[in-house]
C-alpha cells in the first residue's frame, strides 16, 4: 500500500513538498493524480489537496502558494495549533492551516528570497518567520509529518512505513596549514613574503601556535577516533595567490577522513573560478576522487551561494544554519534536495542542516548549552531525524579558553 494523492492542479511545488514529508521523511511510496476517477477506485490510503473533498478521503483544503510558479510578496495570516503560531489557516480542512504550504514556505527558505530583494545585509535568524512564530528551535516540518502519519494510521491501521533511525553527525572544520617549502632560500622567500601579506594569513597561524592559541590538528583529529560516528571535516586554505604553497604533508592527518571544502564568508569567494581553483586544491590534498561536498559559515547568501555550488559539481551542502544562533534554519532535521524558486525545479545538491554551532553557544553557560542541546536532540530523536553540529577544530583543543566548548561537546556525544 502507498500514498496517492490527488490534486486538480499538480505542479513542481505540490509535488516536490509531498515527496519531501512522504517519502524523505515518512519513508512512504507516493503517487500523484489529477484524475477523479481513478482516485476514487483506488484501494491505496488516499489525500486530496484541492479545494474540496472528493470522498472520505484525508482532505486538505491548499492555498494559492503551492498552485503558483512565482515568488512574490504574501500578506500571511495566522493561526494556533497546539501552543505554536501557523501559517496559512484554513477552514473545514482536516488541519486549521495549510501543513504544505507551511512546509514549502520553510524548506525552500521563500523568505529570504524575497529578503534579498529588499536588502543587502545578511539574512538573520530574527528575520525568519519561524523564530517570531517561535517554531526555530524546534524541527516543526519531522513534527506535522508525524501528526499526518498518526492521521493516516488511524485511518489505515494496515498502512506500513519503513524504518528509519536518529543519526548525529558533527561537523569539524579548520584552515589546514601549508608545509613549509624546503631549502634555505625558498623557504626565507616564503617567510618573508608571508610577514608582508596580510592576507595569506600564515604568520597569524604561527602566532598562535607560540602564544598557546594554535591547535595540533593531528593530535586532535587522532583524538576523536573514538566517536561512534566519525565527523566531517571542511577544511579551507590559506590565500595563495600565486599558487606556491603545498600541503603534502599536512594534508596525511586527513587520510581516510570524510573531507569537504569549508568556504570563506564573502562575497567574491562564491565566483565559481575561486571554488574551482580550491576544490582542485581539496583533491590534491587527498590525492583521490574528492568528496563534493562543502561549508560555508556565518553568511549563507541564497540563491547565489548554492547555484555557485551547482555550477563546479558540488553535490552535498552543510551550511544551511545560523552562526549566531541555534535552531532548524529550514524548519526540518531531514537532508532535502534543494528548491530553486528562480527555475521552480528541484536541484541535485542535498542541504543538510545544522541545528547548533560552536560560534551560536559560545557566550552561554555550558549548563545552559547543554540543556540547549539536549532539549534539541530529543526533538530529532522523536521524528527519528539527522541532528548535525558545527564545530571548529580549535573549540574541541584542551586549551584553557576553548575548555567550556569542549566539555559542552564531550556531554553531546553522550547524549546521543
Known sequence: MHVIVFSPLLTPRIKYIFNFIFKDILKAEVEFTGNREYFLQSEHAKISYAEQPI?????????????????EELKIKTTTFGDYT????????????????????????????????????NFEAKNSFQYKWKVLKRPIIDEWALILKNMLIKKHPSFKFFQKKFFHQPTINFTLKPDIPTGFFRKTKFIFSSVFNKKQRFISTI????????????????????????PIYFIN????????????YSSLVLKDKTVGLLRPCTADYEKSSLLKADLTKLKQTQNSSVNLIS??????????????????????????????QTGFRAGTCTPFSWYDLQLEK??????????????????????????????????????????????QLKSLSEN?????????FDEMLKST
Not at 55 to 71: A, H, Y
Not at 358 to 372: K, V
Open 400 to 408: 584553557a579558553k576553548f575548555k567550556k566548548l569542549k566539555a559542552i
Open 346 to 391: 528541484v536541484t541535485s545538491l542535498n542541504v543538510k542542516s545544522y541545528a547548533i554551532s560552536d560560534t551560536a553557544i559560545q557566550y552561554q553557560s555550558a549548563g545552559d548549552a547543554t540543556t540547549m542541546i539536549n532539549d534539541f536532540i530529543d526533538a530529532v530523536k522523536l521524528v527519528d531525524g539527522h541532528f548535525y553540529s558545527s564545530w
Open 237 to 248: 586554505f590559506i590565500e595563495d595567490a600565486k599558487n606556491r604553497l603545498n600541503y603534502v
Open 86 to 121: 501557523v501559517p496559512f489557516p484554513v477552514e473545514d480542512s482536516t488541519l486549521p492551516f495549510d501543513v504544505f504550504a507551511a512546509s514549502f514556505f520553510m524548506l525552500s527558505r521563500y523568505e529570504e528570497y524575497l529578503y534579498k530583494e529588499k536588502s543587502e545585509g
Open 295 to 324: 561549508q560555508q559559515l556565518e553568511v549563507l547568501q541564497l540563491p547565489s551561494c548554492y547555484l555557485h555550488l551547482l555550477s563546479v559539481g558540488i553535490s552535498s551542502d552543510y551550511s544551511m544554519g545560523y552562526a549566531n
Open 207 to 230: 602566532l598562535e601556535d607560540l602564544t598557546g592559541l594554535g591547535t595540533n590538528p593531528e593530535e586532535l583529529i587522532n583524538s576523536l577516533e573514538k566517536l561512534k560516528t566519525q
Open 55 to 71: 470522498g472520505d478521503e484525508l482532505f486538505f483544503r491548499n492555498t494559492k502558494l503551492l498552485l503558483s510558479n512565482k515568488v
